[in-house]
């Protein structure tokens, strides 16, 4: 089957699984109608048109045998397999500020979980004032924040995350950013409070509304590491989603303090992080994706550390 084939799929997830996954990529794709449908059968559910906008996995809503609403994710051959983490990681909060997870189906590297409604993102939410949206943010990060147990499985580390950023040498990736993002990595995650389970992708479009006034967290990945590198995930978000604004330093600057004085943080201490995040995104989105690459890493400088 050509692309054309594909079309019923956001051209953002086919992009992206052509680009990171290759052939194995194309073969899910052809695939995966029959994988929603055995889905279907298992679960006693009717999957819906899939989110649009998805990038990275297949989402879809569905319903169930009673008519309630549900979420099915499919997970492409992405190599380390991330669904199962974010499994591991909704079970392990029981449906606290975040979606319950109902099945798993390893096999199909899929997951049935709640919908949370309303369900706006924070960037639909609070589109015309982005700095509104750190207050919740940080109420549902209190809510959803824990110490690392030990007994995690299928989980990611930073330190595994940033091992991979030392692959850059010998490429054409900017070598005075990876360095610096390493040394500010090396410093900072043997800090004290470091060792906690976290969301892992904690940004404004994995932070919903459920109810009137109050949020949840979806989508994890499950990550052991540092509470910085997750606020400086939803900082750098916050960075892309207004960076068109002349205001925007000032902006940034306020979101800093608001974090690090509610996590008893330092605020350069979190801008250090923010910069080395971003480093390690633009590494991930060159070596993986080499073709939607787009010299990224230089935003990074908005940190100015």
């Known amino acids: 089957m050509g692309k054309d084939s594909h079309k019923w799929l956001p051209p953002e997830l086919v992009a992206h699984v052509t680009a990171g996954c290759g052939a194995p990529g194309e ?24 989110f649009p906008g998805i990038e990275y996995n297949f989402v879809a809503p569905a319903k169930n045998r009673n008519g309630e609403d549900v979420v099915l994710k499919i997970a492409p051959p992405w190599d380390p397999i991330e669904i199962f983490g974010e499994a591991e990681y909704l079970r392990s909060r029981e449906g606290v500020a975040c979606a ?39 109420d549902v990060l209190r809510a959803i924040l824990r ?16 091992d ?38 904690y940004h404004p479009g994995n932070i919903v509304t459920a109810g009137s006034n109050s949020f949840a967290a979806i ?26 604004d002349p205001g925007v330093r000032e902006k940034l600057d306020a979101a800093v303090l608001q974090f690090a004085s509610a996590f008893d943080l330092s605020p350069q201490d979190l801008r250090e992080w923010a910069f080395a995040q971003m480093v390690l995104g633009a590494w991930w989105n060159f ?10 890493v230089v935003k990074a400088d908005i940190w100015d550390v």
């Open 219 to 244: 989508d994890p990945k499950g990550l052991v590491g540092h509470l910085g590198h997750e606020i400086a995930v939803f900082l750098n978000n916050l960075h892309w989603w207004q960076e068109k």
């Open 27 to 50: 073969i899910w794709l052809t695939e995966l109608p029959d994988m929603i449908r055995q889905l279907e059968e298992l679960w006693s559910i009717s999957a819906l048109p899939p």
């Open 100 to 138: 319950k997870l109902i099945a798993e189906e390893r096999d199909s590297k899929a997951i049935l979980i709640e919908r949370i409604f309303p369900g706006e993102a924070l960037f639909v939410r609070f589109k015309n004032r982005p700095e509104d949206s750190v207050a919740p943010a940080i």
């Open 147 to 162: 110490p690392c147990s030990g007994s995690e499985t299928h989980i990611a580390t930073q330190d595994a995350w940033f």
């Open 164 to 201: 991979g950023l030392r692959k850059y040498s010998g490429t054409e990736f900017p070598a005075d950013y990876a360095f610096k993002a390493l040394k500010i990595y090396e410093r900072l995650s043997g800090a004290p409070r470091g060792n906690y389970y976290l969301h892992g992708d």
């Open 287 to 296: 070596s993986d994706m080499p073709l939607l690459y787009d010299g990224g």
